[in-house]
């Protein structure tokens, strides 16, 4: 039974910073990918940064691109994503997700999910 987990929402001032982790487990992900989305009030469930678990290839929406970074440990099975200079627009229900295979931007690629963890910027 694959779960993801995750930690580390909360609310922050606009410039702030945060980082989320997703403990992943139940399985041999060393041939998977692992992505971050977001979902805000009244709005579709949107890609934010995806890493592919064997190559470390990487992939960031344009709108966190140069504030985000995504990484992992492979020893914890766990995936980070590191968020500076929030602005609130990033407010949003943050989803951390797996899928086989390499990192795409496609939210219905990806089969496991996790519960959400909350992100509030306050400007």
């Known amino acids: 039974q694959v779960q993801l987990v995750e930690y580390g929402g909360g609310l922050v001032q606009a410039g702030g910073s945060l980082r989320l982790s997703c403990a992943a487990s139940?399985?041999?992900?060393?041939?998977?990918?692992m992505g971050w989305f977001r979902q805000a009030p009244g709005k579709e469930r949107e890609f934010v940064a995806a890493?592919?678990?064997?190559?470390?290839?990487?992939g960031y929406a344009d709108s966190v691109k140069g504030r985000f970074t995504i990484s992992k440990d492979n020893a914890k099975s766990t995936v980070y994503l590191q968020m500076n200079s929030l602005k609130p627009e990033d407010t949003a229900v943050y989803y951390c997700a797996a899928k086989p295979g390499i990192w795409t931007r496609y939210v219905r690629q990806y089969d496991y999910w996790g519960q959400g963890t909350q992100v509030t910027v306050s400007s």
């Open positions: 890493v592919s678990w064997s190559s470390g290839s990487i």
């Open positions: 139940g399985r041999t992900f060393s041939s998977y990918a």
